[in-house]
């Protein structure tokens, strides 16, 4: 594929290779029945808390190191490789919500097919809210490329949205391709290529952005999950003023230092902008609200019917409607049904039915 050049003759015949790729990998990475060994000793965590970051990295750049000073949990920490073995979770309570942290096992070259037990570590990767690709400052760059090649092998995509793409198998008719743009990187042969590589015959494909062959297959596949991300730079104690105003320039990143405790704030501030969370508070009737217990949903999640089921499942039924204080209400308060859109910081009062 590499030497092949890239023009309109060729889309058809590179656009059936990537999908044969695609398809391949797939293979590779979800074992047969009855084969595999399960999940691995350590690496099946129970889910606690509103959202779960897993702190991805390189053996010995500082994960270990940086998960102790945050959480107060202790994960070995060693000045030796490979010093954690499993997945370690800890706790941390910010901003009222209390987020899982996962220190996994260092991921080496060629995790995504199986190498030190690579596979296990990014399946743990794939289960989070948010994933801190913890990196020795010192050569950021370099290893920054080969875990985003090893996470995006293992269909992980970090800080993307999904494609916009409306794909959906027929019984009959062909394949029907529209765009509401112009096409640049496909064109009609070039879908049917890739689709009768999957033995799709029959199908609806709309574009509504100008997408590639790789956007296609992600939503073929339709098992890619999108993840946001934050690289950070560890060990920032060890390089000049100077260097440390170039690293600030990395798109998502924060330099820190995991040994002196340097920067931490600035990282769970950037953290919770990520994770994107929004905090609600309850208020009984005829009492002030409860600041020191926030309800935290999804901000894209984040209406009245959600924080009822939040609370308890047995709520909706006997809702009549709540009282909304904040920025999400036009006047304080307002009246709203249960699918009124809440707001960080909002406060609700649920009046419930009467007998």
């Known amino acids: ?11 058809y015949h590179l656009g059936t290779l990537k999908a044969k790729l695609a398809k391949l990998r797939r293979e590779l990475l979800m074992p047969t029945a009855g084969g595999g060994g399960g999940a691995g000793v350590g690496f099946d965590v129970a889910k606690t ?26 994960s070995e920490v060693g000045a030796y490789e490979f010093t ?14 209390k987020i899982q942290m996962l220190d996994l096992p260092g991921i080496i070259e060629g995790a995504k097919d199986g190498k030190g037990r690579g596979r296990q570590v990014i399946a743990v990767a794939r289960t989070c809210s948010l994933i801190f690709i913890v990196l020795d400052v010192l050569k950021p760059l370099g290893d920054k490329k080969i875990i985003e090649r090893e996470l995006e092998g293992f269909g992980i995509r970090l800080n993307k949205q999904p494609p916009p793409i409306y794909f959906k198998k027929k ?10 743009v112009s096409l640049t990187h ?33 939503v073929i596949e339709g098992n890619r999950i999108y993840i946001p991300c934050i690289y950070v730079l560890n060990k920032i104690d060890q390089i000049s003023i100077e260097e440390l105003n170039i690293v600030y320039r990395i798109p998502h990143s924060i330099p820190i230092s995991a040994h002196h405790g340097w920067n931490f704030d600035d990282l769970l501030e950037k953290m919770w902008e ?54 999400s209400a036009k006047h304080q308060p307002q009246k709203v049904g249960k699918e009124h859109v809440l707001a960080d910081e909002d406060v609700v009062q649920i009046i419930k039915k009467i007998n």
């Open 1 to 11: 594929m590499a030497k092949t050049q890239k023009n309109k003759a060729t889309s």
């Open 49 to 74: 808390g509103v959202a779960r970051v897993g702190f991805v990295g390189f053996p010995s750049v500082g994960k270990s190191t940086l998960m102790s000073k945050i959480t107060g949990t202790h």
């Open 84 to 97: 954690t073995l499993t997945t370690v979770p800890g706790i941390i309570q910010y901003k009222g919500a």
């Open 171 to 180: 019984e009959k008719g062909g394949v029907n391709v529209t765009s509401t």
């Open 186 to 218: 496909l064109d009609s042969d070039g879908v049917k290529a890739i689709l009768s590589e999957y033995r799709i015959h029959n199908a609806d494909v709309s574009f509504k952005a100008d997408c590639t062959a790789d956007d296609l297959i992600d």
């Open 274 to 327: 990520y994770l994107d969370l929004a905090r609600i508070y309850t208020k009984p009737k005829g009492q002030l609200p409860d600041y020191s217990a926030p309800v935290v949903i999804k901000k894209s999640e984040a209406s009245v019917e959600k924080f009822c089921d939040t609370i308890h499942k047995a709520i909706l039924k006997e809702f009549k409607h709540a009282l909304v204080w904040g920025s």
